[in-house]
């Protein structure tokens, strides 16, 4: 008789799952490997006696110390390598961009962005990548597994990497530092789009608004602007957001979770933005315009106000051509074509597409009228009507 159909005659051995043929089970076998991880470095191995002999690595004598930082090194090669670090020497340059760097090992690395070669593919899902780091990293999206966790929040990453990277939120480490201005950085990366700054390079295009960025990334991130897109939601509230840091800083809100402090009156935030508009109450520097000198309570403020000078309007209104500065604008513009008016007046019913249209309206109930005319002492109860007021019957005109 043939082999009864549907039946999974290789089971493995790692755990209870059972496979219809023997390739099945040496793809699945694969998902296991990563759990062979050395704490260390990263890197995983088949077999347990693989990962033993590599452990055999790491416990060897350093007896190669740096002279200018202490560091000590198992070799004299992995010291002089080490050595770049201070020196700043990267003898090895790409010929087809100049990018240079202190291995020829990163040189071969690097070459793949250009000819677009990924050579690590994952046998589970097919996936593939440049580095065999990015392949170990995508690995535990099948298992789960986060080995690195952070001892003072509880903070877990895949790479030791990004954990090394989070530790300086706590310690307020800033090691690269701008050759030009002298500001410092916690990662490499964020200095190097700090650099465009100064050179005033934005490579990406937004094909919407025209709007330029310094990556890839925050073009992409901008992009969500025009279509509304929020792919990050919130597990606990459903809230969505545009962006992985705002759902982040949201999801403190949820956990109580504050880890950034005031190291002047000890509060404590959520966010480094909400620590750094904290800030200014006790500095008193406020964000300034370098055109009008208006000053600002925080950098986004700043930011919606320069488009005033730029002529820039990012929100384009999509069953129109209107176009605006400001989010909110757009919002409030787009009521005018769906007719929706969400906020209504408790005493009448009366429904209006913005907040403080209904405070005006309020106005007609309770007879208050806080604006008055100073030049005949006419009382009105909005800012618009006693403007309109002062125009046709004084002749005044607002100076710019």
Known sequence: MGKQAGKKAFPCQECNSSLATMSDLKKHMRIHTVNKLCKVCGLSFSKGIKLQKHMQTHKREKHCPCQVCGNSYSTKSNLKIHMMTHTGEKPFSCELCGSSFTMKSSLKIHRRTHTGEKPYSCQVCGASYAQKGGLQAH????????????????????????????????TGEKPFSCEVCGKAFSLQSTLKKHMYTHTGEKFHSCAVCGTAFVTKSDLKTHMRVHTGEKPYSCAVC????????????HERTHSRENHYTCSICGSLFASLYGLNTHRIKHTGEKPSCDICNASFAAKYVLKQHM??????????????????????????????????????????????SEKAKVTVHMRTHTGEKPYHCEFCGSTYASRQQVTRHKRLIHGYVKKV
Not at 146 to 170: F, Q, T
Not at 238 to 249: M, T
Not at 336 to 346: L, M, N, Q, R, W
């Open 238 to 249: 459903g809230s969505s957001f545009k962006s992985s840091s705002g759902l982040k800083s």
């Open 139 to 170: 690995m535990y999206g099948h298992t789960g597994n986060k080995p690195y966790s952070c001892k003072v929040c509880g903070y877990e990453c895949i790479a030791r990497s990004n954990l090394r990277d989070h530790m300086r939120i706590h």
């Open 307 to 352: 488009r005033v000078h730029t002529g820039e309007k990012p929100y384009a209104c999509k069953m129109c051509n209107s176009a605006f500065n400001r989010y909110n604008s757009l919002k409030l513009h787009t009521w005018t074509h769906t007719g929706e008016k969400p906020f209504t007046c408790e005493v009448c019913g009366a429904g209006f």
